[in-house]
T-cell receptor
Framework: DTAVSQTPKYLVTQMGNDKSIKCEQN?????MYWYKQDSKKFLKIMFS???????INETVPNRFSPKSPDKAHLNLHINSLELGDSAVYFC????????????FGPGTRLTVT | EDQVTQSPEALRLQEGESSSLNCSYT??????LFWYRQDPGKGPEFLFT???AGEEKEKERLKATLTKKESFLHITAPKPEDSATYLC?????????????FGTGTLLAVQP
């Protein structure tokens, strides 16, 4: 009965590779997000989708491409991975744009070597 | 620029020793202030939302309060299971309606 789930939990890859992280929510929410948490625990929004429409794109390199096949899923594809991409990536969801409580997934720890 | 600052960065308490965590914010207009708890290796867990100065919310040993410039998370008689990182976030009026700006958190350790 997991509310927001992400796969994989851990991802170790080499520089230059392309990888994807998947997110699914079973809360019936309309809005989903991707956040990046760096080594100092600072959590910063990357993208937000509402009913499959991109709402927020926070000056993220275009190597990062989110895709929302339906409102329950939001995936993150990263091309040409760099060392600086190493972080924990969290997916989150909220009921809608005017409902502000966001519920987070367990995170995906990405390590680029 | 909208900003959130949390203090202290880390706090160590004895079980039963009450204390407060601070979250100072500067935003063009506050839509809401949020408190989350994050355990190691897990995602942030939603605790409270505060919308206007003077508002207070409670949950077990936690009580959150809000003024026009800051929020406090009061922890009364903490237990070891309260150990976690506590994150504060604000949502500003204008711009994207659902963008959260987070502070860097306070790492709380409660010793038995």
């Amino acid at each position: 009965d997991t509310a927001v789930s992400q796969t994989p939990k851990y991802l170790v890859t080499q520089m230059g590779n392309d990888k994807s992280i998947k997110c699914e929510q079973n809360l019936g929410h309309d809005t989903m997000y991707w956040y990046k948490q760096d080594s100092k625990k600072f959590l910063k929004i990357m993208f937000s989708y509402n009913n499959k429409e991109l709402i927020i794109n926070e000056t993220v390199p275009n190597r990062f491409s989110p895709k929302s096949p339906d409102k329950a899923h939001l995936n993150l594809h990263i091309n040409s991975l760099e060392l600086g991409d190493s972080a924990v990536y969290f997916c989150a969801s909220s009921l809608g744009l005017t409902t502000y409580e966001q519920y987070f997934g367990p995170g995906t720890r990405l390590t680029v070597t | 620029e909208d900003q959130v600052t949390q203090s202290p960065e880390a706090l160590r308490l004895q079980e039963g020793e009450s204390s407060s965590l601070n979250c100072s914010y500067t935003v063009s207009g506050l839509r809401g202030l949020f408190w989350y708890r994050q355990d190691p290796g897990k995602g942030p867990e939603f605790l409270f939302t505060l919308y206007s100065a003077g508002e207070e919310k409670e949950k077990e040993r936690l009580k959150a309060t809000l003024t026009k410039k800051e929020s406090f998370l009061h922890i009364t008689a903490p237990k070891p299971e309260d150990s976690a990182t506590y994150l504060c976030a604000v949502q500003a009026r204008g711009g994207a309606t659902n963008k959260l700006i987070f502070g860097t958190g306070t790492l709380l350790a409660v010793q038995p």
